[in-house]
């Protein structure tokens, strides 16, 4: 069993930067992939980035590749989501997500989920 707990979120402008985290507790990251995904009011939720613990192995939804870059921290048991350049459109409630998926962003493949954190960019 994996509780994870997520920080960070806020709300801030246009343009400035976050830094997301997802702490696990009850049992080690090392066996899953990590995700974080993200929905916003009235929208489906979508993936955003995910991370291969074990390797280190990295993927980016479209929408946020070359602004968020999503890494691992051992000694902390911690993945990172650091968002640049933020836009409106990010606006949403981000969760993290451990499991062993298929497909790295098919949400059904994960098995363990945080409560979210608010993210709000006004323009």
């Known amino acids: 069993q994996v509780q994870l707990a997520e920080s960070g979120g806020g709300l801030v402008q246009a343009g400035v930067s976050l830094r997301l985290s997802c702490a696990a507790s009850?049992?080690?990251?090392?066996?899953?992939?990590i995700g974080w995904f993200r929905q916003a009011p009235g929208k489906e939720r979508e993936f955003v980035a995910s991370?291969?613990?074990?390797?280190?192995?990295?993927y980016y939804a479209d929408s946020v590749k070359g602004r968020f870059t999503i890494s691992r921290d051992g000694a902390k048991n911690t993945v990172h989501l650091q968002m640049n350049n933020l836009k409106p459109e990010d606006t949403a409630l981000y969760y993290c997500?451990?499991?062993?998926?298929?497909?790295?962003?098919?949400?059904?493949?994960?098995?363990?989920w945080g409560q979210g954190t608010q993210v709000a960019v006004s323009s």
């Open positions: 991370i291969v613990w074990s390797g280190g192995h990295t």
């Open positions: 997500a451990a499991g062993n998926p298929l497909d790295y962003d098919d949400y059904l493949g994960y098995a363990y």
């Open positions: 009850g049992r080690a990251f090392s066996s899953y992939v």
